[in-house]
C-alpha cells in the first residue's frame, strides 16, 4: 500500500485532481439521473375508459351535447368503492335511468360493464406524453425549428402501448429493464475495466449510454424501448462506478472520503435538477432527448480523462504508469518532483505490488481469503470487478424494487414493509465493516490480508502494553 506515497510527491489534491474530479463529477450528474428518468417519463396519469358518447365528436353533434360532461361520464363509466369513476371498466350500454335516481340506490340489478376495448382517455394537465400513454406510428421523426424541437407521429396504423389496467404490471417490467442491465452490467464491465483499463471502460460506456437513451425516445414498440433501456442500464453503471473508483485512486488517503462525498452530492443536484426539468419538459420524448445529448458532448470531453496509475502498475504497465504521475505533478506545479520520479524510484516503492502483479487473480480470489470475503459479502449486503460484483449485488435489489410494487395486490403495506425491513437490517450489518478513514487503499488482496494480521497484531501489542504497565 505505499502508491499514496507516490501521490503525495506529485501532489494529494493539486489542479490535476480537481479537473479530473470536475470531469468526473459532470459524467455521474447526467448518467446518474437515467436511472430516475422513468419516475417522470412513465408516470400513470389519471385515465378512464374510452366512451362514445363523451369522446366522439359525431356522437357530441348528434343531440348528447346537451348533458353536461359529468351527466355523460355518469351514464357511461361505473363507480369504483370510492365513488370515483372506475379506471379500467366501462358501462355495456350508456345506463340512463342513473340520470334520475337523485342519489339513492336503485333496487335492479347491477348493469353489465367491460373492459376497455376502444383504449383510454388520459388526464394530460400534469405530461403531456409518458410512455404509458405513448401513441406510435411504424415510425417517428423528429423536426428542428428556430424555437423547439417537435416530435411527429408518421404513417399509421398507430398503436397505443397503454401501460394501465390488465397491462400495468409491463410499466414495472420497463422499469425493471433498466436496473437488469445494471446487473449484467455490473459483473461484465467491471471485469472489463480490470482487463482493459477504467478510462476505456468509462468512455465506451458514456457512448453507449448516449446512443440507446436517445434511441429510446423514438422507439416504436415496447419491447425495443425495454431492451434500449437495458442496454443503457448495462453501461451507466460502469461510469458511476468507474467514476468512483478513479476518483479514489487519485486521491490520497485523507482526501478520498471529500471526493466520495462531491461524487454523491453532484448526484444529489442532478436529482433536483431532474425534477425541475420535469416540470418544464412535459413530453417525455424531449425530457429523454435532453437527458441523452449532452452524453454525446461528454464523450467527446472524455479524452482528457487520465487513466489509474494503480491499474497501470498492477497490470504490468509501469511506463505509462510514470508517464502519468509525471503528467500529474507538472500540472499541479510540481515539475521538480516530477523530474524526479524515475523507473527506479517507481519499481523500488512499489516493489510488492509489482511482484503481485506478475500472477492475475481470478474473480473468485476476491472470495478466497478469509478477510476479504468477509468485506465483500457485507458489502454486497448493503441497496472495479469486485466494485462490479458490489454494485450488482445491490441493483439486484434495485431492479427487483419496482416489481415490488406488484405485491400492493395482496397488500397495499406489503411492498413498504419489505424495503423498510431490508434498510433496517443493512443498516446493522455496516457495523462488521472496518474503519478506512485516513487509511491507504489496499493494492492487493495480499494487502488485504496483511492489514488484518497487523490489525490483529496491534491488539495483542496493546494488550501486552497494559498488563506489563499494571
Same mark, same amino acid.
Given at each position: 500500500?505505499?502508491?499514496?506515497?507516490?501521490?503525495?510527491?506529485?501532489?494529494?489534491?493539486?489542479?490535476?485532481? $480537481?479537473?479530473?474530479?470536475?470531469?468526473?463529477?459532470?459524467?455521474?450528474?447526467?448518467?446518474?439521473?437515467?436511472?430516475?428518468?422513468?419516475?417522470?417519463?412513465?408516470?400513470?396519469?389519471?385515465?378512464?375508459?374510452?366512451?362514445?358518447?363523451?369522446?366522439?365528436?359525431?356522437?357530441?353533434?348528434?343531440?348528447?351535447?346537451?348533458?353536461?360532461?359529468? +351527466?355523460?361520464?355518469?351514464?357511461? #363509466?361505473?363507480?369504483?368503492?370510492?365513488?370515483?369513476?372506475?379506471?379500467?371498466?366501462?358501462?355495456?350500454?350508456?345506463?340512463?335511468?342513473?340520470?334520475?335516481?337523485?342519489?339513492?340506490?336503485?333496487?335492479?340489478?347491477?348493469?353489465?360493464?367491460?373492459?376497455?376495448?376502444?383504449?383510454?382517455?388520459?388526464?394530460?394537465?400534469?405530461?403531456?406524453?409518458? #410512455?404509458?400513454?405513448?401513441?406510435?406510428?411504424?415510425?417517428?421523426?423528429?423536426?428542428?425549428?428556430?424555437?423547439?424541437?417537435?416530435?411527429?407521429?408518421?404513417?399509421?396504423?398507430?398503436?397505443?402501448?397503454?401501460?394501465?389496467?390488465?397491462?400495468?404490471?409491463?410499466?414495472?417490467?420497463?422499469?425493471?429493464?433498466?436496473?437488469?442491465?445494471?446487473?449484467?452490467?455490473?459483473?461484465?464491465?467491471?471485469?472489463?475495466?480490470?482487463?482493459?483499463?477504467?478510462?476505456?471502460?468509462?468512455?465506451?460506456?458514456?457512448?453507449?449510454?448516449?446512443?440507446?437513451?436517445?434511441?429510446?425516445?423514438?422507439?416504436?414498440?415496447?419491447?425495443?424501448?425495454?431492451?434500449?433501456?437495458?442496454?443503457?442500464?448495462?453501461?451507466?453503471?460502469?461510469?458511476?462506478?468507474?467514476?468512483?473508483?478513479?476518483?479514489?485512486?487519485?486521491?490520497?488517503?485523507?482526501?478520498?472520503?471529500?471526493?466520495?462525498?462531491?461524487?454523491?452530492?453532484?448526484?444529489?443536484?442532478?436529482?433536483? #435538477?431532474?425534477?425541475?426539468?420535469?416540470?418544464? #419538459?412535459?413530453?417525455?420524448?424531449?425530457?429523454?432527448?435532453?437527458?441523452?445529448?449532452?452524453?454525446?458532448?461528454?464523450?467527446?470531453?472524455?479524452?482528457?480523462?487520465?487513466?489509474?496509475?494503480?491499474?497501470?502498475?498492477?497490470?504490468?504497465?509501469?511506463?505509462?504508469?510514470?508517464?502519468?504521475?509525471?503528467?500529474?505533478?507538472?500540472?499541479?506545479?510540481?515539475?521538480?518532483?516530477?523530474?524526479?520520479?524515475?523507473?527506479?524510484?517507481?519499481?523500488?516503492?512499489?516493489?510488492?505490488?509489482?511482484?503481485?502483479?506478475?500472477?492475475?487473480?481470478?474473480?473468485?480470489?476476491?472470495?478466497?481469503?478469509?478477510?476479504?470475503?468477509?468485506?465483500?459479502?457485507?458489502?454486497?449486503?448493503?441497496?472495479?470487478?469486485?466494485?462490479?460484483?458490489?454494485?450488482?449485488?445491490?441493483? $439486484?435489489?434495485?431492479?427487483? +424494487?419496482?416489481?415490488?410494487?406488484?405485491?400492493?395486490?395482496?397488500?397495499?403495506?406489503?411492498?413498504?414493509?419489505?424495503?423498510?425491513? $431490508?434498510?433496517?437490517?443493512?443498516?446493522?450489518? $455496516?457495523?462488521?465493516?472496518?474503519?478506512?478513514?485516513?487509511?491507504?487503499?489496499?493494492?492487493?488482496?495480499?494487502?488485504?490480508?496483511?492489514?488484518?494480521?497487523?490489525?490483529?497484531?496491534?491488539?495483542?501489542?496493546?494488550?501486552?502494553?497494559?498488563?506489563?504497565?499494571?
Amino acid at each position: 500500500m505505499a502508491f499514496h506515497r507516490l501521490l503525495e510527491e506529485v501532489g494529494g489534491l493539486g489542479r490535476f485532481q $480537481v479537473l479530473q474530479m470536475a470531469l468526473l463529477s459532470a459524467f455521474c450528474l447526467v448518467v446518474y439521473t437515467h436511472m430516475l428518468l422513468e419516475n417522470f417519463t412513465a408516470v400513470v396519469p389519471a385515465h378512464r375508459c374510452w366512451v362514445s358518447i363523451l369522446d366522439n365528436d359525431t356522437a357530441l353533434a348528434n343531440g348528447t351535447a346537451i348533458l353536461g360532461q359529468d +351527466a355523460l361520464l355518469r351514464v357511461s #363509466i361505473p363507480l369504483d368503492s370510492d365513488l370515483r369513476p372506475e379506471k379500467c371498466r366501462r358501462f355495456l350500454r350508456p345506463q340512463w335511468q342513473l340520470l334520475h335516481l337523485n342519489g339513492t340506490l336503485s333496487n335492479a340489478s347491477e348493469p353489465a360493464t367491460e373492459p376497455c376495448v376502444d383504449g383510454w382517455v388520459y388526464d394530460r394537465t400534469s405530461f403531456s406524453s409518458t #410512455i404509458v400513454t405513448e401513441v406510435r406510428g411504424l415510425f417517428t421523426c423528429c423536426k428542428f425549428t428556430a424555437w423547439s424541437l417537435r416530435i411527429t407521429q408518421v404513417m399509421n396504423p398507430r398503436h397505443h402501448w397503454d401501460l394501465v389496467c390488465d397491462s400495468q404490471s409491463l410499466n414495472s417490467v420497463a422499469k425493471f429493464s433498466f436496473m437488469a442491465g445494471t446487473v449484467v452490467g455490473g459483473i461484465i464491465l467491471g471485469h472489463l475495466s480490470d482487463r482493459f483499463g477504467r478510462r476505456l471502460v468509462i468512455r465506451w460506456s458514456l457512448l453507449l449510454v448516449a446512443a440507446t437513451e436517445a434511441c429510446a425516445a423514438f422507439a416504436p414498440t415496447l419491447p425495443l424501448y425495454c431492451s434500449l433501456r437495458f442496454l443503457a442500464g448495462f453501461s451507466a453503471l460502469s461510469v458511476l462506478t468507474n467514476s468512483s473508483v478513479l476518483i479514489m485512486e487519485w486521491l490520497v488517503p485523507r482526501f478520498q472520503a471529500m471526493g466520495m462525498t462531491m461524487i454523491i452530492s453532484v448526484a444529489c443536484v442532478g436529482q433536483m #435538477i431532474l425534477g425541475g426539468l420535469a416540470f418544464a #419538459i412535459r413530453d417525455w420524448h424531449i425530457l429523454q432527448l435532453v437527458y441523452s445529448i449532452p452524453l454525446f458532448i461528454l464523450f467527446l470531453f472524455s479524452r482528457w480523462l487520465a487513466e489509474s496509475v494503480r491499474w497501470l502498475i498492477i497490470t504490468n504497465k509501469p511506463e505509462k504508469g510514470l508517464k502519468e504521475l509525471r503528467k500529474a505533478a507538472y500540472v499541479n506545479g510540481k515539475k521538480d518532483a516530477g523530474d524526479a520520479l524515475t523507473m527506479e524510484v517507481l519499481r523500488s516503492t512499489m516493489r510488492d505490488e509489482l511482484e503481485a502483479a506478475q500472477t492475475r487473480p481470478r474473480v473468485s480470489d476476491l472470495f478466497r481469503t478469509p478477510n476479504l470475503r468477509k468485506r465483500m459479502c457485507v458489502l454486497c449486503f448493503v441497496r472495479v470487478t469486485a466494485s462490479g460484483i458490489i454494485g450488482a449485488v445491490g441493483n $439486484v435489489g434495485a431492479a427487483l +424494487a419496482p416489481l415490488l410494487m406488484i405485491l400492493t395486490v395482496y397488500s397495499p403495506h406489503l411492498p413498504w414493509i419489505v424495503y423498510a425491513a $431490508v434498510s433496517f437490517i443493512s443498516g446493522l450489518v $455496516v457495523f462488521l465493516l472496518p474503519e478506512t478513514k485516513n487509511q491507504p487503499l489496499p493494492d492487493s488482496i495480499q494487502d488485504v490480508e496483511k492489514e488484518r494480521k497487523g490489525s490483529q497484531k496491534g491488539r495483542r501489542e496493546d494488550g501486552f502494553m497494559k498488563v506489563t504497565r499494571f
